[in-house]
DNA sequence: CCACAGGACGGCT
DNA sequence: AGCCGTCCTGTG
């Protein structure tokens, strides 16, 4: 339980640590966060367009009622993880991640919605952050709710049916380009329970692995980004061009395949892979590392 | 004009 | 089972 007040119709929680919503909204999980001012972050949760604001270890959220923020935000934002102690056991002898959790100690692994990350992460393929977001928020406008809010209009992130619905020729607006047909095929997979996602914290990793590789559009990389930041596993390492450069420079020296990245993370993090991973990729894109200019 | 970007698919050996 | 051309769009 997060202890937290209300004052104002905002809802003002103290003593979160370890959180940083640039780290946490930049870092490459999620395409929908936006500052709109300084300290002043704005992003789409389920139904809800949320606001929020964080200094000195007080996190700010406006027009928020206790029960949304309780039931959907806690376990979005993932506040009742104790980051202090996977920075303690990460850094130890490992002088490199150290230095990664330094650069972004405000990082939370957000526990998005299974068909947002899902959707989000099949766009992702062979696009950069930027255009990414941008098909994401077309895609949201074009097919999601609207949500009314003091500061506007919002979108909520369009669900399995609701795209799966759509027609290819409805798509081509966004500019998804081909992966337009992955999002319907795959929507269509999830609805019919093709894939029994919903199941998948019974299963062990490596079942889930290859369970999420029926989906069209999914593959091992894409796969792994769906699992982590929807949090249905943490013991996950998605390996994608960034993480092999930074990888070959701050451990290994060579560019290593993703295989061996995989083994090489398993056997070194272990079930804190996927929080490592994200350290790392956001210290190397920040510091644009192995980025050949 | 061409290369390439947080890859995956499908048809070929 | 592994290799490799191709996929849509935007940018350099």
Redesign the pocket.
């Known amino acids: 339980m997060v202890k937290s007040q209300i004052v104002n119709n905002d809802i003002i929680v103290d003593g979160i640590c370890d959180f940083d919503p640039r780290h946490t909204f930049e ?3 999620c395409f929908r966060w936006r500052q709109l001012e300084d300290g002043l972050w704005q992003g789409v949760v389920r139904d809800r367009c949320v606001e929020l604001q964080w200094r000195d270890n007080r996190l700010l959220i406006h027009d928020m009622d206790e029960k949304f923020f309780q039931t959907c935000l806690v376990s979005y934002l993932d506040l009742e993880r104790n980051y202090a102690e996977i920075k303690e056991i990460l850094s130890k002898g490992d002088p490199v991640m150290e230095k990664a959790i330094e650069f972004g100690h405000g990082i939370r692994l957000l526990k998005q919605d299974f068909h947002e990350a899902m959707l989000s ?2 766009l ?9 977001r ?1 098909i994401v928020e077309k895609l949201c406008e074009s097919f999601g709710a609207p949500i009314a809010y003091k500061g506007g209009m919002a979108y909520s992130f369009p669900d399995f049916a609701q795209v799966a619905r759509l027609s290819i020729e409805a798509l ?1 607006p966004i ?6 047909s ?1 999002l319907l095929k795959a929507s269509g997979q999830a609805l019919s329970r093709l894939v029994d996602y919903e199941n998948f914290d019974k299963l062990d990793t490596g079942t889930v692995r290859t369970e999420m ?1 029926k ?11 769906i699992l982590l930041f929807s949090g249905i596993k943490y013991d996950i390492f ?1 390996v ?4 092999k450069r930074v990888m070959a420079e701050l451990y290994l020296d060579y560019e290593a395949d993703t295989e061996t990245l995989s083994r090489f993370a398993a056997e070194k993090f272990g079930k804190l892979a996927g929080f490592a991973q994200q350290y790392l ?2 210290y190397a ?1 920040e510091m644009k590392i192995g980025k ?1 200019s």
Not at 124 to 132: D, F, M, T, V
Not at 175 to 180: E, L, N, P
Not at 240 to 243: A, K, S, Y
């Open positions: 870092c490459g999980q992460f099949i992702s393929q062979n696009n950069g952050i930027p255009r990414i941008q081509k500019k998804a380009g081909y992966r337009d992955y590789l989906f069209c559009g999914v593959g091992p990389k894409v796969a792994d980004c998605p994608d061009r960034w993480v990729f956001y894109r050949v």
